[in-house]
């Protein structure tokens, strides 16, 4: 994987966002807007990771730190599916903390990796998000609202996100941020699930 600086986070949830949508998009550009369909890989422990599979790819992040209340996140592995079972273990094993995976194939497609390994599982989870995501920049960071689909149930989130901390604190005051508690996504869907 290329190198990718570490970077703050600070994402908040909830169906009262309006204003910080509203001081997002007074205070910024907007860059992007699109709609996909990512798979978070969940484990019902908080492993301090954050996998998904989005179009062909596995994405692993994992949680350094958190820093004045930012969690600094590092884009630690990227995979191109299907997955040799070695790369399954890895991920199941190494990121999700899941040491007894027993393997009955040689490769994994997205399929097979959710329905055979991950589905038969109590203690994980592979659940499809669909996000509909409209990125800003604000004060030099990536800003976003988003109406995010999780086990049927829509909500709205917002986030700042940049390598840099200084620049993500006094973004996070612009649009309002401050004060309200950073849930990242493996988080939210635990909470969701009942978790």
Known sequence: MESVLPRYEFRVW???????????????????SRARVETYLVSRRDTGTNP??????????????????CEQWEPTVRMTLPLNAGQVREVLAGWLDLDDVM???????????VDEVVAP????????LAKIRHAYEVNGCIAEVADVTIAGST???????????????????????????????????????GW
């Open 155 to 193: 909500l709205q989130t917002a986030a700042v996100e940049s390598a840099d901390l200084g620049l993500l604190l006094a973004a996070r005051r612009l649009v309002g941020l401050e004060g309200m508690d950073n849930v990242n996504y493996p988080r939210e869907i635990r909470r969701v699930l």
């Open 121 to 128: 599982r109590k203690d994980v989870v592979a659940i499809e």
């Open 14 to 32: 909830g169906d009262q966002l309006n204003d910080v949508f509203t001081a997002i998009a007074a205070n910024s550009r907007l860059i992007e």
């Open 52 to 69: 998904k599979i989005r179009d062909a790819e596995l994405d692993v992040k994992v949680l350094l730190g958190v820093v004045e209340g």
């Open 103 to 113: 393997l009955e194939r040689d490769e994994y497609t997205r399929r097979q990796l």
